[in-house]
């Protein structure tokens, strides 16, 4: 299954924002919520990461806020980019040894809880993602394919400076990572895969 992510994605675009709708709206529970709830309406935000489209990439992320929710969010992003050689030389074992990485597809789900407001200050959160990797090295002819499953949790700030409801998410996590199928090995050289993930990046979001 994992390794026909290409086929789960072209799906998923189709049946994105009806995912979202029922996940967000499923299973609500109110005492999530602080006791001064508002009656609102549901909101949407689409947010970008703008590295992975400098390293090669994409990224669309969709959010929803239920309904008299003021500090819950939900979400479903996918992406993908060439890993920048920093990230690759984090593991040791993988430093300086010609590896050319690239997440050629991936798939997350995630939820959020802002202390102030959704969208303005202080956050924490967390995801479950599915990520196809492609791995290539100079010193090796051809390539390979694996999928790894992530769970991360993470924190950051978001800052809203206009009047318009434009935002910038700054946030780092710290997560497990697991291989669930396909071959990290290449011409008998092994990518070594870390079981825990430091990430950190800048997301860019707009609320409807």
């Known amino acids: 299954m994992f390794n026909n992510l290409n086929f789960i994605f072209m799906k998923t675009k189709i049946s994105f924002l009806a995912f979202v709708v029922i996940f967000g709206m499923s299973n609500f529970n109110a005492t999530a919520q602080s006791t001064d ?17 400098a390293f090669n990439g994409y990224s669309a992320h969709l959010r929803i806020q239920p309904k008299s929710c003021n500090h819950l969010i939900y979400g479903v992003g996918i992406y993908a980019m060439d890993m920048p ?5 984090m593991n040791s074992n993988n430093a300086d040894k010609g590896w050319q990485v690239r997440i050629n597809n991936a798939i997350g789900i995630f939820g959020e809880h802002h202390f102030s407001q959704v969208n303005k200050g202080f956050f924490v959160g967390s995801q479950i993602s599915a990520q196809q990797f492609l791995i290539e090295n100079d010193n090796q002819s051809g390539d390979e394919k694996f999928t790894n499953g992530l769970i991360m949790g993470y924190g950051g700030y978001t800052l809203q400076p206009f009047k318009f409801p434009l935002y910038f998410k700054a946030w780092g996590g710290v997560g497990y990572t697991s291989k669930i199928s396909g071959e990290n ?7 070594e895969i870390a079981p825990i993930s430091v990430f950190a990046t800048l997301h860019v979001g707009y609320t409807f």
């Open 37 to 53: 709830l508002t009656v609102g309406k549901t909101k949407f935000s689409i947010e970008i990461d703008p590295a992975t489209f």
């Open 85 to 89: 050689a920093f990230f690759v030389d």
């Open 185 to 191: 090995i290449l011409g008998g050289q092994e990518y």
